[in-house]
């Protein structure tokens, strides 16, 4: 005990004057039955998933937009057959019905009424669905002054359907717009979820790959991904959907060919920047193959980012496909979409605008629902990010 | 810096030829006969047109006597949209309606952008940010589209304060102006949003950075500090997006275009791809490559002079 040069602590720092100072009967060795701990754990492990999950449903925003989002996909599941009109089937003397609703229809709103303007004579015809008399008012026209009446009639009455209900209307084919609206909703939700599948698989395989090993393959990808983001990505949509020709594929292959290239440089980056951690030496010090260093300790680092990522991606599949439908270049004609019942909707505006009130209703409330998720995701999967 | 200049130029320029090829090869594939003016056409007419622009060669051949009329600068004559016209007249004459339209958008994006982006930073977590920051979350959210479509309805044609559509004047009257102001509208909300987003979550980092502090310890006023030091460093980020504003909206214009009547340049693009007038798209497709290349370049640039860390990290050895 006197040599206390070579007495130490087990990480080198010499020992303190308290320690030094300490009388023999202070001593008291540690019993090998004895339990060793600082303090005890009071609460239970809590897993990563179990971490996020917690963060995440704390967020009441974020559990609003997650059951909208289900909401919507459960309408987009069975929506279509609610209605007893199929989405397909058109009747043109049913054309441009305004909404009617069961229950609202005697509040006065969606009743499917309509005002018109008629002669005075015709009065009769409309004699057993009149709501209102709007007054009357003249007309000077080449053939003398005429006396006009205006009208709000039950435009169902007047058909001879008293007893139908078209929910949201009907287009310009008479096709019953409720059917189509969910019919379209299930196309792009169908279309947004298969691209944003494809371009998380290619996107994660090449991003994994460029991140990992680097080298030319991550040379010859960075410049191709310079080239393309240089197109102008419309000409190039535009382009490549009169090549393939138009339709719910072809759409796929479009956002397909390009989109996976935003994932996988998010992946690289992530790989990028996880790859030289003391972890993943550790991990291939110990002889794990590249396959299972990536998948087991790489990848969970990226996987919060990565959907996040794939949330966001979501709406902005449906927005474009809303946008090529305006143009023309949407999914192919009888088969509805979100973007195609909007366009149908933007030309009818002035004389019908019921027509893209519903439409524009459920865009509006997937891209926030998806964009107030995503944010929901973001924070819970990395906390420290948010602001 | 003139090193790194150049080298960018270098690399946009292979970048442009790269696209058009790719642009031209798949113009070029496309099913369909370029020339079906009409079944009684004349099959001398025929013959000679097809004798005029090669249509007989290998479209290798094509290519290279296509590339060899650009090098003149001859961007040759739109086929069918405007028959005869040439394709640098017609870009030229569609380019001022969308450059107009877009830019005046931008003149409103910016500041609006930039004065909702600072508030909420310097108020943050008051009444005001929350609101500000929910109406930005709707206005990222809901598509402009759906948004022009409801000005129109509402503003144009119930309370009539707008012309529904665009004036057909030539030049930028006040009439013409006027009718502008909802397509601007329809086309500045969701980059104010989008701008007034990116500039919050910058700004509350950096107002939160120790230079900050020594910034007021220095005696500067908080004005002061925020204009000079944390404006600066939260714009890094947004330096390409204030020159992407001018490009991207360029391309995100048509359905605007279309919904309110603008004979712009994307619309020409449409109509030239649907008649499948090629020298026209071609030549439609390269100004826009170019004006991108070129904002690229700029927005290189402008990262170097707005942070100059970065310019001296783009350098390895000088």
Redesign the interface.
């Known amino acids: 005990m006197t040599d206390n040069r070579t007495i130490c602590l087990e990480n080198g720092d010499p020992l303190g004057e308290d320690l030094l100072s300490m009388t023999p009967e202070q001593l008291k060795l540690v019993e090998r039955e004895e339990k060793i701990t600082d303090v005890e754990f009071k609460t239970e492990a809590v897993s990563y998933g179990k971490d996020v999950w917690r963060r995440f449903v704390r967020s009441k925003v974020t559990i609003v937009s997650l059951v909208i989002i289900l909401l919507i996909i459960l309408m987009g599941i069975i929506g279509p057959y609610l209605s007893p009109h199929d989405y397909l089937e058109q009747n043109l003397a049913l054309k441009n019905m305004p909404p009617r609703v069961q229950g609202l229809e005697k509040l006065g709103i969606l009743d499917g009424s309509q005002v018109i303007e008629i002669q005075e004579g015709e009065l009769e015809n409309y004699a057993d669905c009149i709501i209102e008399n709007l007054g009357t008012f003249e007309v000077k026209s080449a053939f003398g002054t005429g006396t006009m009446v205006r009208l709000k009639i039950n435009l169902y009455e007047y058909n001879g359907i008293g007893d139908e209900y078209f929910w949201f209307g009907t287009d310009a084919l008479g096709r019953d717009l409720f059917s189509r609206l969910w019919q379209g909703t299930r196309v792009s939700l169908l279309l947004a979820f298969s691209v944003v599948m494809i371009n998380l698989t290619i996107g994660l395989i090449v991003g994994a790959i460029c991140g990992y090993y680097g080298g030319w393959v991550d040379m010859l990808i960075q410049r191709l991904m310079?080239?393309v983001w240089?197109?102008?990505?419309?000409?190039?949509t535009?382009?490549?959907i009169?090549?393939f020709g138009s339709g719910i594929l072809p759409l796929v292959l479009v956002f397909c060919l390009t989109g996976w290239m935003g994932t996988a440089n998010g992946v690289r980056m992530q790989f990028y920047r996880y790859k030289n951690r003391e972890y993943v030496l550790a991990s291939r010090t110990m002889g794990s193959s590249d396959a299972r260093t990536m998948a087991r300790h790489i990848l969970p680092n990226a996987v919060g980012t990565i959907i996040t990522q794939c949330a966001l991606s979501v709406?902005n599949v449906v927005?474009q496909e809303?946008?090529l439908s305006?143009?023309g270049l949407g999914v192919q004609a009888p088969n509805p979409s979100i973007g195609m019942l909007?366009s149908d909707?933007?030309k009818a505006?002035?004389d019908y605008?019921f027509m893209?009130v519903a439409p524009?209703v459920v865009?509006?409330l997937l891209?926030?629902a998806f964009?107030?998720m995503g944010n929901g995701l973001r924070d819970a999967f990395n906390p420290t990010l948010r602001? | 810096m003139l090193k790194y200049i150049l080298q960018r130029i270098v690399?946009?320029f292979f970048?442009?030829l790269?696209?058009v090829v790719?642009?031209f090869f798949?113009?070029h594939?496309?099913?369909g006969d370029i020339i079906d003016f009409s079944p009684k056409l004349d099959p001398n007419v025929r013959q000679m047109i097809i004798n005029k622009y090669h249509l007989d060669d290998p479209l290798i051949v094509q290519f290279g006597y296509t590339m060899s009329d650009y090098l003149h600068f001859d961007f040759g004559y739109s086929l069918k949209v405007r028959p005869g016209v040439p394709v640098f007249q017609v870009v030229l004459e569609r380019l001022p309606v969308t450059i107009q339209l877009n830019y005046l958008a931008a003149l409103v994006i910016l500041p609006f952008g930039l004065f909702f982006g600072i508030t909420m930073a310097i108020k943050?977590n008051t009444v005001y940010d929350h609101v500000a920051s929910s109406i930005v979350?709707?206005l990222?959210?809901?598509?402009s589209?759906?948004l022009a479509?409801?000005m129109?309805?509402f503003l144009a044609?119930k309370l009539e304060w707008f012309p529904?559509i665009l004036s057909a004047e030539d030049h930028l009257t006040w009439t013409k102006f006027y009718s502008m102001i909802l397509p601007i509208l329809a086309l500045s909300f969701g980059g104010i949003a989008s701008i007034a987003r990116t500039l919050?979550?910058e700004l509350?980092?950096v107002l939160t950075m120790d230079f900050m502090l020594l910034a007021k310890a220095k005696g500067f006023t908080y004005r002061q500090a925020i204009t000079r030091h944390a404006l600066r460093n939260s714009c890094v980020p947004l330096a390409s997006t204030f020159l992407y504003l001018f490009l991207g909206v360029?391309?995100?214009s048509?359905?605007i275009e279309?919904?309110f009547g603008v004979p712009g340049l994307?619309k020409t693009?449409?109509a030239s791809?649907?008649g499948k007038d090629h020298w026209l798209?071609m030549g439609?497709?390269i100004f826009?490559?170019f004006i991108?290349?070129f904002m690229?370049i700029l927005a290189d640039l402008s990262y170097g002079i707005v942070d100059p860390r970065i310019r001296m990290g783009g350098k390895k050895n000088d």
């Open positions: 310079d080239v240089n197109i102008p990505s419309l000409p190039l535009i382009l490549l009169m090549l709406p927005f809303a946008g305006y143009l909007l909707g933007q505006l002035l605008p893209i524009g865009i509006v891209m926030l964009n107030l602001e | 690399a946009a970048t442009f790269v696209i790719v642009v798949v113009l594939s496309m099913p943050k979350i709707l990222i959210s809901v598509p589209f759906v479509a409801l129109q309805y044609y529904l919050r979550a509350a980092e360029l391309s995100s048509l359905v279309q919904i994307s693009l449409l791809i649907n798209t439609i497709v826009y490559v991108g290349l690229a």
